[in-house]
């Protein structure tokens, strides 16, 4: 194992989906979120099913289409549909600092569905957590954002697709499952369409080439991710995908000249210290099993 390459994997990976988002955020403002997302998901599935049909591998197996490939799928679009939508409407440090909530929202899944053993130590920190959550939504109070809720909606959509993948038969590669994922964001644009009936926006050559490096810097950050969960060990390399957070504020800050104000810091360091505090823990149980075995 080389934790150290596997760190600067996860970074790498980090900029680039925050490099996907700050595009997809950029396109939203003269460009239906529908048409941003349709074009997204033919340039990811096209390039996944490139690369499947380079390793030789059936997209259309039987095995891979089975009603909970279907159902992880839906889960997808409806999490993009929502984050995408987001996106659009919600300042870019805000969307990144509430998305830091999904290992959490994983975690009590896992425990309310999967019958994992979680006891109350991080039972807390998810509470601590979606206490955070509120201190940047704020609802209720002066400065609410109602458009944050659809942020909130993507992190439990997701979180439900990333549940479900633990059900994944093994025998389905990760590059078909990547293609469903990218699929599903065709669904996704659909789906908005036929909420909110809006005309196609012809695309220019500056539409064009952020749409292609939307493509590009969502295909990296996914390849870099399972690089570096192949190179590095998952306890060491898992902590710095919330440097996510700090590039998402650098980017917002630069591009959309925004600027998070202290509840919404608040709020990212209470997610983002329970969501340590519940990993560090989940490792701790799980060294102690495995010296238990022994």
């Not at 549909?81 to 300042?91: H, K, N």
């Not at 209720?140 to 909606?153: D, K, M």
Request: aromatic share 10%.
């Amino acid at each position: 194992m080389n934790n150290l390459n596997g760190i600067l994997m996860v970074i790498a990976a980090m900029a680039a989906f925050t490099l996907e988002d700050m595009f997809i955020k950029h396109l939203s403002q003269d460009m239906p979120v529908g048409q941003i997302l349709i074009l997204l998901g033919l340039g990811g599935s096209g390039i996944f099913a490139g690369l499947a049909l380079f390793n030789r591998q059936n997209l259309f197996a039987r095995v891979a289409w089975k009603p909970m490939m279907i159902m992880r799928m839906l889960t997808e679009a409806v999490g993009g549909m929502c984050f995408a939508t987001g996106l659009a409407l919600v300042d870019l440090s805000t969307v990144a600092a509430v998305f830091q909530a999904l290992p959490l929202v994983i975690t009590m899944g896992a425990a309310l569905f999967l019958n994992e053993q979680v006891g109350w130590r991080r039972w807390s920190a998810i509470l601590v957590g979606f206490i955070g959550v509120l201190f940047i939504i704020r609802p209720g109070f002066e400065g609410f954002e109602p458009s944050a809720l659809l942020v909130l909606a993507a992190v439990f959509a997701i979180a439900v697709r990333d549940l479900l993948t633990r059900l994944v038969d093994s025998n389905v590669s990760s590059i078909v499952v990547s293609f469903q994922g990218c699929a599903a964001f065709i669904l996704a644009g659909g789906a908005l369409f036929v909420l909110n009936p809006v005309g196609i926006v012809p695309v220019s050559v500056p539409q064009g080439g952020m749409i292609l490096a939307g493509v590009i810097f969502g295909v990296l950050g996914y390849y870099g991710i399972v690089v570096a969960m192949r190179v590095g060990d998952a306890s060491a390399v898992t902590p710095f995908r919330y440097s996510r957070l700090l590039f998402s504020i650098l980017a917002g800050m630069v591009m959309f000249n925004e600027r998070p104000d202290m509840m919404t810091m608040l709020g990212a360091s209470l997610i983002i210290g329970s969501g340590l505090y519940t990993f560090l823990r989940e490792r701790r149980l799980a060294r102690s099993s495995r010296l238990a075995v022994a």
